[in-house]
């Protein structure tokens, strides 16, 4: 009988051991990913900086706010833009457009005056302008004309005698109806802008 007591106090100090290590053994693990998704967040690819070497973009001067880049880059910034709320500016050296909507030729990519809807949408209306893929419906369904060049084939060619820059900066989206001074600083949306310029 005393021998079964022993056994079952055993069996329970394991179990009670057992327990407080796999308590441990999952706080680290939680831990560790934190710590991994706080430095994946900090070591984009995008950022990184290697002169010379043609998988990374170099910086164009003194203001670590512009690099040059290749469409590489640029395209993944696109498909960016209308999940991470942030415009795109063209600077083209000719009068080439991205679209015509309302008789005007469009050179940015902004999700304030270009709403689209679901991300499948978007994505669609995004594939149309950057590689020229779109059915019959296309234009009417987002009421716009494309180019007849898609960017990728304009960027590819332009890239043979362009340097493009890119340069970022940040402005306050203003409230609808408002003005810069008339809204308050909890009102205002910080909104990133990426310059692409060819030079």
């Not at 998704?37 to 290697?50: K, N, P, T």
């Not at 978007?122 to 893929?133: A, E, P, V, W």
């Amino acid at each position: 009988m005393e021998e079964n007591i022993a056994d079952a106090l055993k069996m329970a100090g394991s179990v009670l051991l057992f327990v407080i290590g796999l308590s441990i053994a999952i706080l680290a693990f939680s831990q560790a990913r934190e710590s991994i998704d706080i430095i994946a967040s900090y070591s984009d690819r995008e950022s990184l900086s290697i002169e010379g070497d043609s998988r990374f973009y170099y910086l164009a001067g003194e203001n670590d706010t512009n690099r040059y880049v290749g469409k590489e880059t640029i395209i993944p910034a696109i498909y960016r833009a209308y999940k991470e709320n942030y415009k795109i500016i063209f600077e083209f050296p000719d009068e080439y457009y991205l679209f015509i909507q309302e008789d005007e030729n469009i050179k940015t990519i902004d999700l304030e005056k270009q709403s689209i809807g679901s991300d499948l949408a978007s994505r669609r209306f995004l594939d149309g302008i950057i590689y020229g893929k779109f059915d019959n419906d296309y234009e009417k369904e987002f009421k716009i004309k494309l180019n007849s060049i898609c960017l990728y084939d304009y960027l590819t060619n332009k890239e043979e005698n362009y340097k493009i820059k890119e340069s970022l900066g940040t402005y306050y989206q203003d409230d609808v109806g408002g003005t810069a001074t008339e809204v308050e600083d909890i009102n205002k949306v910080e909104k990133r802008v990426i310059t692409y310029i060819f030079e």
